[in-house]
């Protein structure tokens, strides 16, 4: 069996540890497709947040604790940047985590598109995942606001989302082309899910890419997405904040209906949300996306997998 | 009063410190025309191991007992390179150290020329000295061995100069250009001091880069150079590994008479040798090189600033 998983980072990791749970022992294919939207060049340096998110938690060296990057992190090498002057003081480079973006940017350098660089990189860990970026072109996720355009890395990290958001634009996307893997693996998967990411900053940079839209409408698998929203309220991140400034309401069947249905030029052939959200259960069906409501919270890779169990099942 | 030095790294950086210590209250601007034929790219990073050894040096943040690097150095980055199997294995790049080759790095990748990004870089320490890269052009250093042409720092670093050498090439250096503020500082001088570096890889990969050996022939100031042999050695470094290799012999002599007179078409008008060295003396002053035995070993920056008292005086 295949499966295809559009994925953020750090919510999209804690989905996919449960995905792996789930199939573990079945011999299934996982295949996450990933954003990279929030990338970035930073000092000379390639930085995927999302896709070292994702490896991190897969490869078990990510810090729990703190919820991102590596365990065990220091900060020597960013000490010293700040001391001359460069980069981001607001954002964290950690020790551990610059040398996957130094072994990054030195595929890159030579040449390598970041899919292939992804694959060398993770080869170090057996993640039990393949991960493919969703274009190797470089596209940024940047933020429109009264105080001007930045680079969704700014808004997100500096300024907490705290200053609102009047909309997104996914610079580059129209001129990308899908990296090699994304539309083989949405072809041939037997299940399609998307992660309870972001729908706004993780998946909608994926879907902006050609191709990689209309690949998922034609593919033979059911797709199903997993509501980030729980209660009205977000899972994770600052999703409301996104979501509010491109008019869909934080709630669980707002996002199901922004996706819409498949049938219906959409995205979503089903949709999970929480059991606090059971209501609104019928709403979504009325649009036309089979709808299921069972525990969404990802405590743990075993009850994660339950959800993505029951998103089998839906 | 105004004096440049020709200069390499970690020799160069001791020789300095007493070139600043002697002329230490004086108003005198001291401009290092510093080698860059060892620099390179080594996992999408820019490394200057010689502007940052003088520069490491001068601010007495340099890790005296090891010699080379920063002190308190850690190699937390590198361990993770080794770990992806990328960049050199046997070429440490401490953490610290790593901090200033991503703030050039990041300068390089803006547009700025080396001798720009060398500039704002060492702004961050008072030096007393002012670094100027001998071009902004990317040149390397070369060796020619019976196992191949490699770059210096495998040669050096990897092989411990252990490889015979047959010969040398500066690669680029024919279509380099000096870099901004070099001809300046060469013309503008009261005083030319080469340093007691390397004359086979730190000096003459300076003088290879067209115009800079003409400015010095040119320039109204005295050219004085102190010997890096001391007695049929080398004060550090293997820099006998590169002579035999020129055809030059490991002698304080062969040496002044490799650079030659200023008269003769050479590059000195005086030259010093260390005591041990007295004897041939009468040798370089019958080729045209004005001559004297003092110490030369640079054990401490006051006994080298008396050594570059030694050399005002020659």
Known sequence: ????????????????????????????????????????????????????????????????????????????????????????????????????????????????????????????????????????DEIETHVLTAEGTMHFQEWWTRHRAAIPALGFEYRGSEAATPAPGVLEAIAAADLILVAPSNPVVSIAPILAIPGIRQAITDAPAPVIGLSPIIAGAVVRGMADACLTAIGVATAADAVALHYGARSRGGLLDAWLVD?????????????????????????????????VRAATAV
Do not use: C, Q
């Not at 130094?102 to 970041?114: D, F, K, S, V, W």
């Not at 069906?285 to 339950?306: F, N, Q, S």
């Open 1 to 136: 069996m295949k499966v295809a998983v559009l994925s953020g980072g750090v919510g999209g990791a804690r989905f996919l540890l449960g995905v792996r749970e789930h199939f573990a022992g079945t011999g299934t294919e996982i295949t996450a497709i990933v954003n990279v939207g929030d990338d970035m060049w930073l000092t000379g340096v390639r930085i995927a947040p999302d896709l070292d998110s994702i490896m991190y938690a897969l490869a078990g060296v990510n810090d729990t604790e703190r919820g991102w990057g590596r365990a065990g992190e220091t900060e020597r090498v960013s000490a010293e940047l700040r001391a001359h002057g460069v980069g981001w003081p607001w954002f964290t480079l950690g020790d551990l985590d610059l040398g996957t973006h130094l072994t990054r940017t030195h595929y890159l350098r030579e040449g390598l598109g970041l899919a292939e660089a992804t694959r060398r990189i993770t080869e170090r860990w057996p993640l039990g995942v393949t991960l493919v970026p969703s274009t190797n």
């Open 275 to 307: 059991s606090a959200d059971a209501a609104v259960v019928p709403v979504i069906e009325g649009a036309g996306i089979r709808a299921a409501a069972v525990p969404l919270w990802m405590t743990d890779p075993a009850t994660t997998a339950e959800i």
